[in-house]
Each structure stands twice: as structure tokens, then as C-alpha cells.
């Protein structure tokens, strides 16, 4: 039988002559390893969802906004508000190298929308055909906005689930006629499903019909709300937003030192965004969990100190039969990482079925894989070392001789 095993079946025979002792140490590395597990896999799910929501915006492409990035909404008489224009949309397609596709949008939000007797209010994009391979966002029913539609600004539309369970519940909206602002518009066909934002906002609440339509019959401008550029090469966007602000710039005439009157978002201003958010969160979690093993930890290392106390006489009599200081050590030691690396693994079992059930249920987004194990498996060896070296000097530093006469 190997000395680890021999120390290991020591440790639970004499755990078991105190079940009550054995229980409170075993629950002190329990909830301390168990509140780490859920916050790793609750920290690497967040994460995971997060960068996945970011991905879904495109990690190819740059939203441009009219403003500065503090002044942008509603539209307003001020130029920082109406700064761009379609013919800036068909600039930056025509002289910016690495750009793909450019889809202009006009939007407002909370539109009133209604079908017979129902009705919503909904965010209204007007959009051209380019936007569907832009933002990966086409028809999962139907057609999407044709080239013929934004030409002849025909009033045709495509509508968000949000909307379609609304308006028509489960009947096929197709071919069906909807009136936004009361004027009618044939719905064309049905978005697909894309969920939450990263901002938590609902993307399946809105309705897509031609840019051409929403300028000139619903909305009565001419300016637009954003445009939407797709690069060729992902590795080169910063440089592709740095050309587009140049020509934006020479193009809106501003001059040097004056600030922008549109604001580009990179794609990885908002992936480090989720990503800061996501590590803030971890790490106040984290601290939460550290303070749980810390406590744990002292607490067992006061019972040891109590077991110590309490078994002078045996400890005696194995230094009387030859054995050394550092034999003594090993063996308290060995008690504590037992007992630790039992509790640490009923911790993890107990955390990883706790997120996987509150992912489950759609409380909260987890990732369950080998961290946590491997976590946990370090950080009971470090309590056990760091809690139970002083306990065991103080069993090995008995003296033989004064702890048989006791």
C-alpha cells in the first residue's frame, strides 16, 4: 500500500471517531470551493454569451452614427444630428479600400403598427438589399427588400418574430396587408429569429421595408440614422474605420481639430466592452469566493489545532517508536489535504449542478467544463498547505516524553 493511500485511510479512520468535526470541516472547504465553481462557470458562461451577442453585430463590420457618440437620437435640426447622408454611403462603397458591402439605414423607434384590430408599436428600419448579408439578418419566410422594391419604393415589408406573434399570432402574415403610420404596406415576408442584443434590447421587435419607401412615403427625411459597413479583411477594420473618418471628415468639411459629426463603433470597442463587463463582474464574484475559502480554511485549521490538542498521547507514543518530526508532519498534512480534496470535490459537484441547472431554467448563462475541477484541485491543496502546516509543526514539536506522561 502506497504512503498516500496509508495517510488517506488514517485521515477518514480518524475523522470518523469525531463525525461532527468531520462534517464541519468537510462543509467549510464545501461552500467555499462550491461558490468558486458557480462563479467560474457563470463567469465563463456570461462571457461566452456576451462575445457570442457581439458576434452577432459582425466582427467584420463598422456602425456608423450621425453625432458624436454623446449627441446622437432623435432627429433634430442640429447638423451633428443629420450629418449623414446617402450620398456618404455611396462614398465610402466607391473610394474606401477593404470595404465589402455598405448598407445605409433610416430607423425610428416605437412606430405605430396595426393589423384588423391589433396593434404594436414597433422599430421601423428602412433599409436596401445589401443590409440582409450585412448584418446576417434575412428572410426565414418569404422574401427579403428586392433591388426592383428600393427602386420603386414599393411598400413591401418584413416583419420581426416579436411583431408576427403579436400582430398575427400563429397565422402566416405573408401576402397580408399592415398599416404603419396608417399607411398600408404588403408584408413580404418574416425576419429570422435573432433574439437579445447586447445591450438586452429586442431584435425580433421591428419591421424591415425598403430604404427608398422610408424616406419618401413614411418618414419624410433624407438624411440617415447609421450606416453599416462590412469589411473584405477582418484584420484590418481599425485602418478601414480610420479611412472612413478621414473621407467623412473631407466630405462633411470639417475643419482640423474640430470634433466629428458622426462617431464609428468598431466591432472590437464593443467586444472589449463585453469582454471589461464580463471581468469586472468575475472578479467581484471571485473576491466573494476567495473570502469563502479563506474562512473555510481557518476553520480548519482550528479544529486541527483542537484534534492536535486532543491526541498528544498517540502522537507521543508513535514519536517514542521511531517516528520523525517530519513523519508527523506529513501524516497531519496528509489529514488535512484528505479531507479538503473531499470537500473541494463535493463543492464542484455540487456548484456545476447548480449553474447547469440555472442555465437550464434560463436564469443565467453558465459554461461547465475541466476549470473549475482544475481550480478547485489547486486551491484545496493550497488551503490544506497553508491552513495545515501550522497544526501539524505543532503535533510534530511535541515532545515524546511529556506527551506520555500527560
Known amino acids: 500500500m502506497s504512503r498516500s493511500l496509508r495517510i488517506a485511510r488514517e485521515a477518514l479512520a480518524t475523522m470518523a471517531g469525531n463525525r461532527l468535526r468531520f462534517f464541519m470541516m468537510i462543509a467549510a472547504i464545501f461552500i467555499g470551493v462550491a461558490s468558486l465553481t458557480v462563479v467560474i462557470c457563470i463567469s465563463q458562461g456570461t462571457r461566452q454569451r456576451a462575445m457570442m451577442l457581439v458576434s452577432r453585430h459582425g466582427l ?29 454611403a455611396h462614398a465610402i462603397e466607391a473610394s474606401v479600400r477593404n470595404v465589402l458591402r455598405v448598407a445605409p439605414v433610416q430607423n425610428q423607434r416605437l412606430v405605430e403598427v396595426k393589423y384588423a ?58 401576402g397580408q396587408t399592415i398599416r404603419i403610420r396608417s399607411v398600408p404596406f404588403t408584408v413580404k415576408g418574416v425576419l429570422v429569429e435573432k433574439g437579445a442584443s447586447a445591450s438586452g434590447t429586442d431584435r425580433d421587435d421591428r419591421i424591415i421595408i425598403p430604404l427608398s419607401t422610408a424616406a419618401k412615403r413614411l418618414f419624410a427625411q433624407t438624411y440617415l440614422n447609421q450606416i453599416v459597413v462590412q469589411a473584405q479583411d477582418v484584420l484590418v ?36 466592452m463585453a ?84 442555465s437550464f431554467a434560463g436564469i443565467t448563462a453558465s459554461k461547465v467544463g475541466w476549470l473549475p475541477f482544475a481550480i478547485s484541485a489547486l486551491g484545496c491543496g493550497v488551503i490544506a498547505v497553508a491552513f495545515g502546516l501550522y497544526p501539524a509543526r505543532k503535533a510534530a ?7 506520555l506522561q500527560s
Open 397 to 403: 514539536s511535541i515532545d515524546p516524553i511529556d506527551a
Open 117 to 174: 384590430d391589433k396593434s404594436s408599436a414597433s422599430n421601423v428600419f428602412g433599409v436596401t438589399p445589401d443590409w440582409a448579408k450585412v448584418r446576417s439578418f434575412g428572410a426565414s419566410e418569404g422574401d427579403f427588400i428586392s433591388a426592383e422594391d428600393l427602386l420603386l419604393s414599393n411598400r413591401v415589408c418584413l416583419l420581426g418574430r416579436t411583431v408576427k406573434k403579436t400582430l398575427f399570432g400563429s397565422d402566416n402574415p405573408i
Open 275 to 358: 469582454s471589461g463587463t464580463s471581468a469586472t463582474l468575475t472578479a467581484l464574484l471571485l473576491a466573494m469566493a476567495g473570502i469563502s475559502l479563506l474562512v473555510g480554511g481557518v476553520i480548519i485549521m482550528n479544529i486541527m489545532l483542537i484534534s492536535v490538542s486532543e491526541r498528544t498521547t498517540e502522537i507521543g507514543i508513535r514519536r517514542a517508536v521511531g517516528a520523525r518530526k517530519r513523519d508527523i508532519t506529513g501524516q497531519m498534512l496528509g489529514e488535512c489535504l484528505t479531507i479538503t480534496l473531499i470537500g473541494g470535490l463535493l463543492g464542484v459537484l455540487f456548484g456545476t449542478s447548480v449553474t447547469t441547472a440555472l
Open 237 to 272: 477594420v481599425h485602418e478601414t474605420a480610420k479611412d472612413i473618418q478621414t473621407l467623412l471628415r473631407e466630405r462633411h468639411e470639417l475643419r482640423s481639430g474640430a470634433v466629428d459629426d458622426f462617431s464609428i463603433r468598431e466591432p472590437k470597442e464593443l467586444a472589449d
Open 60 to 88: 467584420d463590420t463598422l456602425m456608423i452614427r450621425p453625432g458624436t457618440g454623446k449627441k446622437t437620437g432623435a432627429p433634430g435640426g442640429d447638423r451633428s444630428i443629420v450629418s449623414l447622408s446617402l450620398d456618404d
